[in-house]
């Protein structure tokens, strides 16, 4: 088992900069993949980004590439999602995500234990 927890998220104006925090406690932590997905009201959950075990590979999707990075501290059980320039349409519940053996990264059902979110509000 692996126990998940997001922090950071909040208020704030478009342009501006948040940072999530995923602290992870339980099985080895440097042993999984993670990942980043979010969720509106009404719409499916959405992948964001993810990192391999090592932090040496990371993929995003189209809308954040430039604009948003996903790192980790194996040493500290962390992930972080730092996010820039910051839109309307970011706005979400945020969940970060332990990824299982199979699947492909961008594949909610490749993720075998789940965060319970963080809310983050972009205002125009």
């Known amino acids: 088992q692996v126990q998940l927890v997001e922090s950071g998220g909040g208020l704030v104006q478009a342009g501006g900069s948040l940072i999530l925090s995923c602290a992870a406690s339980?099985?080895?932590?440097?042993?999984?993949?993670m990942g980043w997905f979010r969720q509106t009201p009404g719409k499916e959950r959405e992948f964001v980004a993810a990192?391999?075990?090592?932090?040496?590979?990371?993929d995003y999707t189209d809308s954040v590439k430039g604009r948003f990075t996903i790192s980790r501290d194996n040493a500290k059980n962390t992930m972080y999602l730092q996010m820039n320039s910051l839109k309307p349409e970011d706005t979400a519940v945020y969940y970060c995500a332990a990824k299982g053996k199979f699947g492909l990264r961008f594949q909610q059902a490749a993720y075998d234990y789940w965060g319970q979110g963080t809310q983050v509000t972009v205002s125009s």
């Open positions: 990192i391999s075990w090592s932090g040496g590979n990371t």
């Open positions: 339980g099985r080895t932590f440097s042993s999984y993949a």
